[in-house]
């Protein structure tokens, strides 16, 4: 199974992207899906989580700019980001808890990264 992110990209403050996330690969169910952000020298942090029954929560830096969402036919999880500010600059990473076969364990899965890039 691989995470496969897209989306990224530079853009002035205030304006709008939206990430993509797509899981391929044969999978028995995937439960949460997130994005996480990091900037160099910094820890990864938690921007958005969705649920397989669509619960989201948010990190506070982002709460009513960021709206994450899923497509349980495509396997994909979005990340619709409003009125980004320059400190949302950050390599946003998607990851997924994905169970590959019935009796299988739960693992997480990563993408490789997409790079944003909000100009002041």
């Known amino acids: 199974v691989q995470l496969q992110a897209s989306g990224g990209g530079l853009v002035q403050a205030g304006e709008s992207l939206r990430l993509s996330c797509a899981a391929s690969?044969?999978?028995?169910?995937?439960?949460?899906m997130g994005w996480s952000r990091q900037v160099p020298g910094k820890q990864r942090e938690l921007v958005a989580r969705?649920?397989?029954?669509?619960?989201?929560s948010y990190a506070d830096p982002v709460k009513g700019r960021f709206t994450i969402s899923r497509d349980n036919a495509k396997n994909t999880v979005y990340l619709q980001m409003n009125k980004l500010k320059p400190e949302d600059t950050a390599v946003y990473y998607c990851?997924?808890?994905?169970?590959?076969?019935?009796?299988?364990?739960?693992?997480?899965?990563w993408g490789q990264g997409t790079l944003v890039t909000v100009s002041s």
């Open positions: 969705i649920s397989p029954l669509g619960t989201t």
């Open positions: 990851n997924a808890d994905i169970t590959l076969m019935w009796n299988r364990p739960t693992r997480d899965y």
């Open positions: 690969g044969s999978v028995f169910r995937i439960n949460d």
